[in-house]
């Protein structure tokens, strides 16, 4: 089993920065994706941005101000988030999968307990 445990949520002001990080423990893959989703009570669950061997991926809304960068070695993933609006605020939840990125949340077998990002206008 992987065990996926996130950091570096918060409360900031509009136009404010944050940094979320991702852990990975336990399997080790040779091979697999990590990304980071969020959610919205009453929304839908959307990716928001995805590294794996083949490809990075951000969804349109936050190209130009998120950076998703991951450490192999350590296992680890984070995403600098800058110029935050007060539209960012979610919870925002660590996943994997194995093989390629997808955008398809259910395709993601192993996640974290998600971490609280709220923005002030």
């Known amino acids: 089993q992987v065990q996926l445990v996130e950091s570096g949520g918060g409360l900031v002001q509009a136009g404010g920065s944050l940094r979320l990080s991702c852990a990975a423990s336990g399997r080790t893959f040779s091979s697999y994706a990590m990304g980071w989703f969020r959610q919205v009570p009453g929304k839908e669950r959307e990716l928001v941005a995805a590294i794996s061997w083949n490809g990075r991926y951000y969804i349109d809304s936050v190209k130009g101000r998120f950076t998703l960068s991951r450490d192999t070695a350590k296992n680890t993933m984070s995403l600098q988030m800058n110029s935050l609006k007060p539209e960012d605020t979610a919870v925002y939840i660590c996943?994997?999968?194995?093989?390629?990125?997808?955008?398809?949340?259910?395709?993601?077998?192993?996640w974290g307990q998600g971490t609280q990002v709220t923005i002030s206008s």
């Open positions: 996943a994997a999968r194995e093989g390629s990125y997808s955008t398809d949340g259910t395709s993601y077998a192993y």
